[in-house]
């Protein structure tokens, strides 16, 4: 381990099974790499991939999961959620504007059915009303 780094190894609890530990390790790499994708794209998002790649990790690797925890763009993400189970106010209204503007494209310019516009509208505000009630300890 690095210096500055913490040790989460105290977090991970191995599967008995050698095959479930590669397939969690698969995984989680399979969830990292859409996560990294949903930094990048503003149609994915970052935060839910990174917390399942965790939990992948966890299961099967000390070395992937401290790596993930230690990430300086990824870790404290998932550390705040694991911890206190909130998300910091930035990443909430991120998130809550871009999935507005996405559903909103979809519902304007690609989706012709109303009944369809409306149930994506709908889903867009119940998961809006979602994501801002989880707590933000910055706000």
Known sequence: MKSGQRDFTHHVRKHPSTSVRIA??????????????GALLPVLPTTPF???AAACYARASRRFYNALLNNRLFGPAIQEWQEYRSIRY?????????????????IVFFVEDNRLRILL??????????????PSRDR
Do not use: C, E
Request: charged content about 5%.
């Open 90 to 106: 930035r990443t909430k209204i991120t998130a809550i504007v871009l999935m507005a503007v996405t559903l909103t494209s979809s």
């Open 50 to 52: 990174l917390l399942l």
């Open 121 to 134: 509208a709908a889903f867009g505000m119940v998961l809006a009303v979602y994501l801002y009630r989880i």
């Open 24 to 37: 969690l390790v698969l995984a989680g790499t399979v969830f990292v790499t859409l996560g990294v994708a």
